[in-house]
């Protein structure tokens, strides 16, 4: 009796599992669509984002996909094997290009949607003349600072080098870390060499940066090297003792705790700054390497971009566009800017609604005071391994000046052969 | 019973051959496509098939090279003119089906196709790949580096060691004056040995800082990824395989405690590594500094090799204790009483009787932590952010997950991993072939 209450239940347990298995057939209807992002600060209003997106239009469900920082690694991996994610969030230029030129992405230079965007974004995701992603997002790297403490100290916010100097010296001799440091990871201080490498090159960037596409010239070439580096030396001396330790989370929280006045950052990290001590009050402006305040530009530009695969079935591509064209309604609008605390794209978004450094940047965008994201347009390689390695083992003593930049021209000539 | 010719070849056909094929399918044809992947210049992204091709290059190139007309039918097939792009068919819609994906064997009919004309992914380089291992790639290699030892920004060293001030500073100054003006200013002490600063003016202060920060350096060696894999290796098999032996060899006398001892020691296996890391990174921030005095261990390139040993040594030495133990226990009370009876000090006892009967384990454990050790990956990724600081703990599998995923080479990351199977191969196989000639039977 027993053996058969047991064969009874197995069986049904059997069946049980077999109609699970054929679950996606009875649903068929609801297309499925995988949404791959790195933004590691809107983890949760990703979420809200394509919830609000799937109660408009209830047969699309969105599969979220978070890789914050091997995004690049484990996006090669999925397309090697053959399951590209239908919906794919890039950082601009040339990991747009990259994809683009391999083929992996849809061409979108027909869709409304693209319209609806600042016509000077599409550079960002334009390659040989067709729009491969939607821009998303204008983000710029630069100091964030806390306005009370340089309101404690007397200190105005420094628009030349030498200001910056005598700004971190009077702060040091208060007891203020100058700068929240972050170089356990790399990432933060390949943003830093070419943040100051453009901004010391100023207009001679795009011919140079030609000339390095053709396989001529060097990392040196626009700038003074001896500047680039002190500059490097500069910040070293004036972030945390223990900045060699710090991740992001940390220099978060050593900023947002009024333990450092400033942070070389983008401004993405200032939610999270917020988030962890609301009162702060903070200011946004560019990192000054020039005597010449003109010369100091905001370093802002397209961040983020949502592309569509290549290889995603008819239906799924359908989907995946109308995703993208809801994207640029009021409502998405809304969440984007009071949510993910990110800067829109979208031609007469309102951001009237955003905080005081947010503002400074809209700012600097509209006054065109702004260097374009040069580390985005150098070749992958360059920028995920040589700047960022490289400028992490400068910081380290582990490499000299000549052998970074030996190290970045040898990457750069390897890349372009392909 | 002795088992039939019959039945022997029943049960090889029935056991041994299916595990021979999953092995040969599983192990030695990726060996072997990775062999022939290493002598590729293979970047990853390019797909296998071409996507879409410009519309007068698919003309010039494809269409009217290709002689054989079953090829070009094939081509013209999949590859559909849209705008100035021909585009492969990757989804085809039949009447009354789904819509489905293209087929590992028509994408095979395509390569196949496209590669009559010298189109496809991948090109062979010959042996490019192992010679830039060797003289092209910095990071890998052992290597000597100009270390300077002072930023201009930081403030002025009050006090500089002698024999420091004369090999780093003094020797490297090629104009004499300067020379003679900084010792004006540094002072010898001979009591401590050091050479100290004396006040100085605005005015001297900016070029004292330029001698110091264009002067200051040292001459460093900087073990590469192959030093560091080489240096973790050896200290982690050696102060390993110690720690378990010595842990073995107390737990196995008449402890009160010593279950309750053996799973404590051996808990830190359980855990998992990444787990293991992000326990030891608070340890390494918060307890240990101010019990050692040393402010930062992870994020200094010449203390964090150390302190991801220390954590490895840790984390390994409970699973060796458990084979040590068993081979402890293995040997029969009555040799050693025998021994003791014959005169044998505790020393004599333990060098001559267990350590002999000891071998296979030593063979087990070395064995295993040396194939481990060469391999190791999950823990300095976790605990070290993939290697840092400045490369400094990147063992070879992280270089080649770097080679591979960060700078697009991943026929040479191949070849490197081909490099160090062979290492593997070489390092554990003398140690097998030495240490199995030393095992006694009882």
């Known amino acids: 009796m027993k053996g058969r209450i047991v064969k009874g239940w197995l069986f049904l347990v059997l069946v049980g599992l077999f109609i699970c298995n054929f679950q996606g057939v009875f649903a068929a209807k609801k297309v499925q669509l995988d949404l791959f992002f790195y933004k590691q600060e809107i983890v949760k209003e990703m979420g809200e984002l394509t919830q609000a997106f799937s109660k408009k239009y209830p047969d699309v469900e969105i599969k979220l996909e978070i890789v914050p920082n091997e995004s690049m690694a484990v996006l090669r991996t999925k397309m090697a094997g053959g399951n590209a994610p239908d919906i794919i969030q890039l950082q601009s230029y040339a990991s747009v290009f990259e994809f683009a030129k391999a083929g992996w992405l849809a061409d979108l230079t027909k869709e409304p949607v693209i319209s609806k965007v600042v016509p000077s974004t599409k550079t960002a995701v334009t390659y040989n003349g067709k729009v491969y992603a939607l821009p998303m997002d204008v983000a710029g790297i630069g100091i964030i600072y806390n306005k009370d403490i340089f309101k404690k100290y007397g200190l105005k916010p420094p628009t030349t080098f030498s200001e910056l100097k005598s700004v971190c010296a009077t702060l040091k001799k208060n007891g203020v870390t100058p700068f929240a440091g972050l170089f356990k990871a790399n990432w933060s201080l390949g943003h830093f060499i070419s943040m100051v490498h453009t901004s010391l090159a100023g207009d001679k960037l795009m011919p140079w940066l030609e000339k390095m596409n053709q396989g001529k010239g060097s990392f040196a070439d626009p700038i003074n090297k001896a500047e680039l580096f002190k500059i490097m030396d500069f910040y070293k001396a004036n972030v945390d003792k223990n900045a060699a330790e710090m991740d992001w989370n940390e220099q978060q929280a050593a900023f947002a705790s009024g333990k450092a006045a400033m942070m070389v950052q983008g401004l993405w990290s200032y939610g999270a700054a917020i988030e962890t001590n609301p009162k702060l009050n903070c200011g946004f402006i560019p990192f000054p390497t020039s005597d010449n305040p003109k010369e100091n530009k905001l370093f802002a530009d397209v961040d983020s971009t949502f592309a569509i695969s290549a290889t995603s079935s008819p239906e799924k591509t359908k989907a995946a566009k109308l995703f993208l064209e809801w994207l640029a309604t009021p409502e998405a609008v809304k969440i984007w800017v009071e949510k993910c605390k990110l800067v829109p794209t979208f031609k007469g978004a309102d951001v009237s609604s955003m905080d005081a450094p947010f503002q400074d940047l809209v700012r600097y965008l509209n006054d065109g005071n702004t260097n374009p994201w040069a580390f985005a347009m150098y070749p992958v390689a360059v920028f995920e391994d040589a700047c960022k390695n490289g400028a992490q083992e400068y910081m380290f003593g582990r490499k000299n000046a000549d052998q970074v930049i030996k190290y970045i021209d040898d990457t750069w000539k390897r890349e372009i052969k392909k | ?442």
């Open chain 2, 1 to 442: 019973m002795v088992a039939s010719k019959k039945s022997k070849i029943f049960f090889f056909i029935i056991f041994l051959l299916p595990a021979l094929l999953l092995y040969s399918l599983f192990f030695i044809k990726p060996f072997i496509e990775g062999i022939h992947y290493s002598f590729t210049d293979w970047n990853g992204i390019v797909p296998e098939i071409p996507l879409s091709f410009e519309k007068t290059e698919f003309e010039t190139e494809v269409l009217a090279k290709m002689k054989s007309p079953k090829h070009l039918a094939v081509v013209k097939k999949y590859y559909r003119l849209d705008g100035d792009f021909y585009r492969l068919t990757n989804w085809i819609s039949e009447a009354g089906k789904p819509d489905r994906q293209l087929t590992n064997t028509e994408r095979q009919k395509i390569k196949k196709a496209l590669k009559t004309v010298g189109i496809s992914s991948i090109n062979y380089i010959g042996f490019e790949n192992y010679k830039q291992m060797f003289t092209n790639d910095i990071r890998f290699i052992p290597r000597f580096e100009k270390r300077f030892l002072y930023n201009e920004f930081e403030d002025l060293p009050e006090t500089i060691e002698a024999k420091a001030f004369h090999k780093y500073l003094l020797n490297n100054i090629k104009d004499p004056a300067d020379k003679k003006w900084l010792l004006t200013k540094y002072q010898f002490d001979a009591t401590a040995k050091s050479y100290h600063l004396l006040p100085y003016t605005e005015a001297e202060d900016e070029r004292l800082r330029t001698i110091l920060a264009q002067n200051m350096f040292e001459n460093k060696f900087i073990p590469g990824v192959i030093g560091f894999t080489l240096f973790f290796t050896f200290f982690n098999v050696v102060i390993t395989n110690l720690f378990a032996l010595l842990l073995a060899m107390i737990l196995d006398t008449k402890l009160r405690f010593k279950n309750a001892l053996r799973s404590i020691f051996f808990l830190p296996n359980v855990l998992s590594l990444v787990i293991v890391a992000f326990i030891w990174s608070f340890v390494f921030r918060l307890i240990l500094p101010p019990l050692t005095g040393i402010p930062i261990w992870l994020g200094n390139p010449d203390i964090a090799p150390i302190a991801v040993l220390i954590v490895s040594i840790w984390q390994g030495a409970g699973y060796l204790m458990v084979i040590y133990l068993a081979g402890l226990q293995t040997i029969p009370a009555e040799i050693t009483e025998v021994a003791e009876v014959d005169g044998a000090n505790w020393f004599q006892r333990f060098l001559h009787v267990k350590v002999p009967l000891l071998v296979p384990a030593f063979t087990i454990c070395f064995f295993y932590s040396i194939a481990n050790s060469l391999k190791m990956f999950d823990l300095i990724f976790a605990l070290t952010n993939g290697g840092g600081p400045a490369y400094a703990t990147t063992s070879i599998v992280i270089d080649i997950y770097n080679n591979a995923f960060l700078q697009n080479q991943f026929g040479y990351a191949t070849a490197k991993a081909i490099f160090l199977c062979l290492i593997i191969i070489v390092i554990t196989g003398t140690q097998l072939f030495l240490m199995k000639r030393r095992e006694v039977e009882l």
